[in-house]
């Protein structure tokens, strides 16, 4: 893995490459993986240049306190709700060790969570990125590890769906948002699998979760293909009706998320979920 420091519209990153494909993560903000692709290729991660996505989040953090999306890769913790919506603004540490690449924010002090980030390059395109949330406070805390990757319109996702046979029993579930018009163009769902497309030109959002085991998916962007790969704890407990693949579209952006399983977690343990990335 080589490395070397860049920029970006938020201020410094660290780019890191195997020699076949990149990333960047910000280092004023975040951490975000605010770009990533295949060598000598655009990066088809979404940029919020233009702040179209932001929230005032005063009430929960304090006075003329705004979350911004930024774009790109980055760590939240699920059920959705309000304080979710972490403003994290803060410049990021970073260590390297061998094909290892750490980023750790500041600790996230009203949620009483130390999030990290590590980036572990396995060659020929392939990367599994860490994520943690460290319990730093006194008593014992719920936590989801929420991993959503904001990627730009214009391309399409495609989740496999489960075939197995289970007799009487139910195999597969769909979760649906309030905001969705189900008979929106961009959402296809076949016997094996749930398809859908995102377009500047979208009208209103649009989202989707369902239980996966294993977790894949499979967005494609012009010649990009990019590929999240989850082991599954079977038994586990998921937010939005047990879902641990959400995927959202709107006008500007296209995610796709994994969810790690709901646990306890006591006072200094951490919580880690990992996504294994192969771009093509």
Not at 234 to 257: L, R
């Given at each position: ?5 860049g ?10 490459t ?5 990333l960047a993560?910000?280092?004023?903000v975040?951490p975000r993986?605010i770009?990533?692709?295949?060598v ?9 240049v233009?702040?179209?996505v932001?929230?005032d989040?005063s ?14 890769h980055r760590?939240?913790i ?7 919506y972490?403003?994290d603004?803060?410049p990021?540490?970073?260590s390297i060790?061998?094909?290892d ?10 949620r009483?969570v ?14 599994d990125v ?5 319990n730093?406070?006194?008593e014992q805390k719920?936590l ?16 496999p769906l489960?075939?197995?046979d ?8 769909l ?8 008979k929106?163009?961009?959402f ?5 699998k749930i398809i859908?497309?995102?377009s500047?030109?979208a009208?209103g959002p649009?989202?989707v979760?369902s ?6 998916t499979?967005?494609s962007?012009g010649?990009?293909?990019f590929?999240k790969?989850v082991e ?5 407990k ?9 995927t959202?579209t709107?006008q500007?952006i ?11 977690v006591?006072p200094g ?6 996504e294994?990335w192969?771009?093509?």
């Amino acid at each position: 893995m080589d490395y070397k420091i860049g920029s970006c519209f938020l201020g410094k990153t660290l780019e890191l490459t195997d020699g076949k494909i990149y990333l960047a993560v910000t280092l004023d903000v975040g951490p975000r993986i605010i770009a990533m692709g295949k060598v000598g290729g655009e990066s088809i991660m979404y940029q919020d240049v233009d702040d179209n996505v932001n929230k005032d989040v005063s009430k929960e953090y304090g006075e003329g306190k705004w979350w911004h999306i930024y774009g790109g890769h980055r760590i939240w913790i699920s059920p959705e709700d309000e304080t979710t919506y972490y403003p994290d603004c803060n410049p990021v540490s970073y260590s390297i060790d061998g094909n290892d690449a750490t980023f750790t924010p500041p600790v996230w002090a009203e949620r009483g969570v130390q999030p990290e980030l590590k980036l572990t390059f396995k060659g020929d395109g392939q990367v599994d990125v860490a994520m943690s949330l460290k319990n730093v406070s006194a008593e014992q805390k719920t936590l989801c590890v929420w991993a959503l990757t904001v990627l730009k319109v214009g391309g399409t996702v495609v989740v496999p769906l489960s075939t197995k046979d289970t007799g009487y029993l139910a195999n597969r579930n769909l979760v649906i948002w309030h905001y969705n018009d189900i008979k929106d163009e961009r959402f296809s769902l076949e016997n094996d699998k749930i398809i859908l497309k995102s377009s500047k030109d979208a009208k209103g959002p649009f989202k989707v979760g369902s239980y996966l085991n294993p977790i894949h998916t499979e967005y494609s962007y012009g010649d990009t293909l990019f590929i999240k790969d989850v082991e599954v704890e079977e038994g586990s407990k998921y937010p939005d009706f047990c879902s641990n693949m959400e995927t959202y579209t709107n006008q500007y952006i296209h995610e796709v998320e994994t969810l790690s399983p709901i646990k306890q977690v006591a006072p200094g343990e951490t919580l880690t979920h990992i996504e294994k990335w192969t771009i093509k």
